[in-house]
């Protein structure tokens, strides 16, 4: 069975290392993860669209510094109040640009970011475009952040957006007809976003007119979307 990638969805989605498919378009992200110890400050930040597998990437890399107490928070739950406790294990902080412009939170991350790197303890920051993008205010953050190795996940090729789509529909117990993905990798937009809607579309569709997911219903879910191939 291939590796799939898992995405960042509220159907129980797989976030083990083993669940994430490793392709050209994220490999960067995968080769830093494993060698963050070595990179300057040990810190990392990864970017990439929505869907594109940052949280599950979060996870791997949390299990992998799971001996340094690795753990994760979305940078909008950041507080000075608690910056002291969060600095005793490796974090990973979810969407940093969502903090942009926030005074208290953009300190507790500037805070935290010192105490790590005193400590030798691993950071792990994600967003959606690069770092430089995030539009953070404070210039002692923005130049620590902009001084993270950094890797972007790029845009899907047919054989990753394929393993998406598996792995989309695994996350919701759904079994389509062998033709089904192939046939929507051929006629869908080519992104991940795209691809986390059409499967959310096709469960619903599935579940309401009670049918299994097949290539007629994909055609009828893609409907004027389609494109002829």
Not at 112 to 133: C, D, K, S, V
Not at 198 to 213: F, I
Request: proline residues 8%; charged residues 25%; glycine residues 6%.
């Amino acid at each position: 069975m291939p590796r799939q990638l898992s995405f960042d969805l509220p159907v129980r989605p797989a976030l083990g290392r083993d669940d994430f498919f490793v392709a050209p378009s994220n490999a960067l992200a995968i080769d830093l993860i494993d060698r963050t110890l070595d990179l300057p400050g040990r810190k990392l930040a990864i970017s990439g669209l929505p869907g594109a597998g940052k949280t599950h990437l979060a996870h791997v890399w949390a299990t992998e510094y799971a001996e340094y107490g690795a753990r994760i928070l979305p940078a909008a739950a950041l507080d000075e109040d608690i910056v002291p406790d969060l600095a005793q294990t490796a974090m990973a902080i979810e969407d940093v640009p969502a903090i942009a412009g926030d005074p208290v939170r953009e300190r507790a991350l500037f805070h935290l970011h010192n105490m790590l790197a005193e400590r030798g303890l691993p950071l792990l920051l994600t967003g959606r475009a690069a770092p430089q993008t995030w539009g953070l205010h404070l210039p002692d953050l923005k130049s620590r952040i902009a001084a993270a190795a950094h890797a972007a996940l790029e845009a899907p090729d047919d054989a990753l957006l394929a393993a998406v789509m598996m792995k989309l529909f695994a996350d919701r117990q759904l079994s389509p007809k062998p033709d089904v993905i192939p046939y929507a990798v051929r006629h869908m937009e080519r992104s991940f976003a795209a691809a986390t809607d059409l499967v959310d579309r096709l469960d619903r569709a599935a579940l309401e007119a009670g049918r299994d997911v097949t290539r007629a219903l994909t055609t009828e879910v893609l409907g004027s979307r389609a494109s002829p191939h």
